[in-house]
């Protein structure tokens, strides 16, 4: 079974601040995914990443996926408030419809 | 892109009762998922639903307590029976398409046994 740990489980920080989530395994993943769900909401796809290496930027977002292609980055420059909620990765073990594996979550809060 | 309609939004049911959720997509998807997530935390895999068969479980969920039907490819549901207040949790349903990145889900159903 593949894993995926999620850190940190809980961030609260000011607005302005910048934080990174990290989302670690042992295993191989073909792709990578990162979610932000908002309460009463569903999980809302951010990015994908697929190549070892791989740098994509999403606004104030930066994504990186490891070049071994076990590990995640989610970087977030000057935190809004509206940045709040909870991060979710998830990784895709095979190219095309694979099982998702989830990591635990981050909730992060945002403060004014 | 595709949006993905979930109903009930959230019900409060009695303990040996069974509610039935549904999913419904605008555009005909080549896999659909259940999930099941306590508030602030990650997601469980119930079951794919499959098209004109039956659902493939993961491990520790089985057909008699969750059934689920895809008639089509644009509609799914999944029912809860016999619940309990273990069962109390949020229900996701979700949507792959074929070249597509990642997931769609659904907005969920916020499920309180009493």
């Known amino acids: 079974t593949q894993l995926l740990e999620q850190s940190p489980q809980f961030l609260s920080i000011q607005e302005g601040e910048n934080l990174t989530v990290y989302c670690n395994s042992s295993s191989v993943f073909s792709s990578l995914q990162w979610y932000r769900q908002e309460p009463g909401e569903g999980p809302v796809l951010l990015v994908t990443?697929?190549?070892?290496?791989e740098v994509k930027k999403l606004k104030r977002l930066t994504f990186q996926f490891g070049d071994a292609r076990k590990d995640s980055s989610l970087h977030i420059t000057a935190a809004q408030p509206g940045d709040t909620g909870l991060y979710l990765c998830?990784?895709?073990?095979?190219?095309?419809?694979?099982?998702?594996?989830f990591g635990k979550g981050t909730m992060l809060l945002v403060s004014p | 892109s595709a949006v993905i309609s979930q109903k009930p939004s959230r019900d409060i049911c009695q303990r040996g009762t069974s509610l039935t959720i549904q999913c419904q997509v605008d555009s005909q998807v080549t896999m659909m998922f259940w999930y099941r997530q306590q508030p602030g935390q990650s997601l469980t895999l119930i079951a794919t639903?499959?098209?004109?068969?039956?659902?493939?479980?993961e491990s520790g969920f089985v057909i008699d307590k969750f059934p689920i039907s895809r008639p089509n490819l644009t509609f799914s549901t999944l029912t809860v029976s016999n619940m309990s207040p273990e069962d109390s949790s949020i229900y996701l349903c979700s949507g792959w398409w074929r070249g597509q990145g990642g997931y769609t889900f659904g907005s969920g159903t916020r499920l309180t046994v009493v």
């Open positions: 639903a499959n098209q004109g068969s039956e659902a493939t479980y």
């Open positions: 990443v697929v190549t070892g290496g």
């Open positions: 998830a990784g895709a073990p095979g190219s095309g419809y694979s099982t998702l594996t």
